[in-house]
């Protein structure tokens, strides 16, 4: 399945800031908020290499934190991301209305 994953722990502007930009996209993503959880802060360390929140990743691919997301953004890497892999145009039921 494709999807966007972002490591989360509350409190944290870097994560909020990450998530606003993945906002502007209209793309839908998991978050994982670590804070209570060790098993999943385990499985960011070794997925990432990092310990930081947050950690992003499209499709397993790691992006790094709310930096790197925005430097993606500003070379056109993270549109292009998205783009290739289908994720900037959420699936969503047509409501029966619009058919
Ligand atoms: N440059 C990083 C900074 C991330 C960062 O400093 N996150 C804080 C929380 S807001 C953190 O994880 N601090 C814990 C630590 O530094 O070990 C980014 O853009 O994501």
């Avoid at 310990?51 to 992006?63: A, E, G, M, W, Y």
């Amino acid at each position: 399945m494709k999807t966007i994953q972002i490591y989360t722990q509350p409190h944290c502007p870097y994560c909020h800031r990450a998530k606003a930009l993945l906002d502007t996209k209209g793309v839908e993503y998991q978050e994982i908020d670590i804070s209570t959880n060790t098993d999943k802060r385990a499985e960011m360390m070794q997925r990432s290499q990092r310990r930081t929140v947050p950690q992003i990743f499209i499709n397993d691919h790691p992006i790094g934190g709310s930096d790197d997301l925005a430097a993606a953004d500003k070379d056109g890497t993270l549109d292009s991301m998205l783009i290739t892999t289908g994720l900037n145009k959420p699936h969503r039921e047509m409501s029966p209305a619009l058919r």
